[in-house]
Nanobody
């Protein structure tokens, strides 16, 4: 069973930074894509960033230039460095991966950006 556990969320002022971590356990392979989604107050999941097993990255337009996704395959961990945070970034950030056609999600970590 794949498990994803996020950490690093919190309260930060606009313009500040946070670094999120997601530790994966279970039958995860280094080739698995991983990523971050933001869950809005309306419970919609919005793509923030993804990274392939080979390190190719993809960002939402709102994240480009401010956020950086990275991974440590030896540790089965994916990171999201978030800089220049804005109040609109507020939400629950959920880790994602896929394995054998199935999506797996973490419970999320809350990020609150105050103005």
């Amino acid at each position: 069973q794949v498990q994803l556990v996020e950490s690093g969320g919190g309260l930060v002022q606009a313009g500040g930074s946070l670094r999120l971590s997601c530790a994966a356990s279970g039958p995860i392979f280094s080739i698995s894509a991983m990523g971050w989604y933001r869950q809005t107050p309306g419970n919609q999941r919005e793509l923030v960033a993804t990274i392939s097993g080979g390190g190719s990255t993809n960002y939402a337009a709102s994240a480009k230039g401010r956020f950086t996704i990275s991974r440590d395959n030896a540790m089965n961990t994916v990171y999201l460095q978030m800089n220049s945070l804005k109040p609109d970034d507020t939400g629950v950030f959920c880790c994602w991966t896929a394995l054998y056609g199935m999506d797996y999600w973490g419970k999320g970590t809350l990020v609150t950006v105050s103005s």
